[in-house]
């Protein structure tokens, strides 16, 4: 198995750190399973693979794993359904989604569901790596990391007519007091821009606490937003501050306001008005000095319209709003965010990567990217991760955006033998291994195809196909 190159040469060091972190594998294609448990076992994890959606709600259930994996389709349910059990019950554990590229509004439908990364197949063992990192270093799912001075380090304002409008917009707005709603699209940078308003207002030396409310357990919510007292119910075993507390003389930032409940919503309303809240179970009134920025990518003044978000919250909290901009809609400023997305990847991997072909501009240019400027900054990091330096080329994009070229001119045939910079990804890593095991099968059993299949479980118009394509007696 060649898994061995690119960034596992920390991996102790990251041992010491993680402490033998553990994943759940949610995934139920048994080979791919196991490349992927075997590699990240080398690493340092500590991997319990699971094949069903029904077994890894049980799973979940027995101990508090650091991070699960799940493949998007499962025999008996998705990986999404996982991904919501989660939010509910253990928003603590990042969970990753994995899916084919093709899925990628799927993958953006996660991400909105508070999914830490999605990843797409094939998978590139060290983006899989990275992403596994990564999420294990998130702090708080509910709470994103949130500096509380300084600016954002790299935002990027753009030369198009809507970002320069959108930037005066902020300035204007940033050092009164009014609640802001940011809209926009997922990924368009609405978090960005309200670190932006903070940032230029007059509490930029105060927090900045951003709540991720589509993560909240509904049970949850308000004592995570207003804290409690100790005893409050079951499992409060002692006081805890909110995050309305943790933001006083600063902002608070609440992503996708619109899945709050209802009761919840009447809190909020209150604590705004009043600029006090109550923790749960508590009997005294806590005054705070907090400045609300909200943001949606659902319809708020439709779903207010019809009930199911109140009304007097929306205009209390829509007293500005801003529109965050599709990328489709400022290709102007595709060069320039390119040029930041490459600067700030090579940074964070070491690499020396210069530019980007032609091809891959123009394939930039006229891709939807529908996931907007999270998606761009994922396709820039995994192509400098595998360009490593000089220019990145075709190959190092996935293959869904270069739509006019075959898929399989992305990876490197099996049998070549890959540079460390090339795209060689799990799938060809799998396709080895599974040559192997089908071959060894066949010797076991003396080319008895009834039994090998048998033995592989999979049915004999699969075993014959696979013979074919790895070419095992020719
Ligand atoms: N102005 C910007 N300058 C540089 N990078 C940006 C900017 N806006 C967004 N990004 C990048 O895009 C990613 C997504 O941004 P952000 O989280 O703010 O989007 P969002 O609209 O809040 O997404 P979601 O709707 O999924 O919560 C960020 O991690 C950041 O890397």
Known sequence: MILNYGLNINFDIFNLIFKMKSILLIEDDLTYAKIIRIFLEKNGFEVTPCETLKGALLEIQKRPYDLAITDYRLPDGTG???????????????????????????????????????????????????????????????????????????????????????????????????????????????????????????????????????????????????????????????????????????????????????????????????????????????????????????????????????????????????????????????????????????????????????EVYRIFENYPWPGNLRELKNVMRRAVLLTGHGVVSVQAIPSELTAPLPSDENTVPIGQNPTASSAVTLRDQFEEQERELILRTLEAVRHNKSQAAKQLKMDRKTLYAKIEKYGIYS
């Open 80 to 358: 999404m359904e996982f991904l919501e059990y989660c939010n509910k019950n253990c928003p603590q554990i990042p969970v990753i989604l994995i899916t084919n590229y093709s899925d990628i509004r799927t993958a953006v439908r996660s991400m909105k569901l508070g999914a830490a990364e999605y990843i797409t197949k094939p998978i590139n063992p060290d983006e899989l790596l990275l992403t596994v990192r990564e999420s294990l270093t998130i702090p708080e799912k509910t709470q994103k990391a949130s500096p509380k001075t300084g600016s954002e380090p790299g935002y990027f304002v753009g030369k198009s007519q809507r970002a320069l409008s959108l930037e005066n917009q902020i300035s204007q707005v940033a050092p009164t007091d009014m609640s802001v709603l940011v809209l926009g699209e997922s990924g368009t940078g609405k978090e960005f821009i309200s670190r932006r308003i903070h940032e230029k207002s007059l509490r930029k030396n105060g927090p900045f606490v951003a709540v991720d409310c589509g993560a909240l357990s509904p049970d949850l919510a308000a004592s995570e937003l207003f804290g409690h007292v100790k005893g409050a119910f079951t499992g409060a075993v002692d006081n805890k501050t909110g995050h309305f507390e943790a933001a006083n003389q600063g902002t608070l930032f609440l992503d996708e306001i619109g899945n709050l409940s209802y009761e919840v919503q009447m809190k909020l309303l209150r604590a705004i008005q009043e600029r006090k809240i109550r923790k749960v179970g508590g009997n005294k009134d806590v005054s705070v000095d907090v400045r609300i920025i909200a943001a949606t990518n659902e319809n708020l003044r439709d779903t207010a319209t019809k009930g199911s978000f109140r009304e007097d919250l929306f205009y209390r909290i829509n007293e500005f709003t801003l529109e965050a901009i599709p990328l489709r809609e400022r290709r102007e400023d595709l060069r320039e965010i390119l040029e930041l997305f490459l600067a700030q990847s090579n940074s964070f991997l070491g690499k020396t990567v210069t530019g980007f072909s032609d």
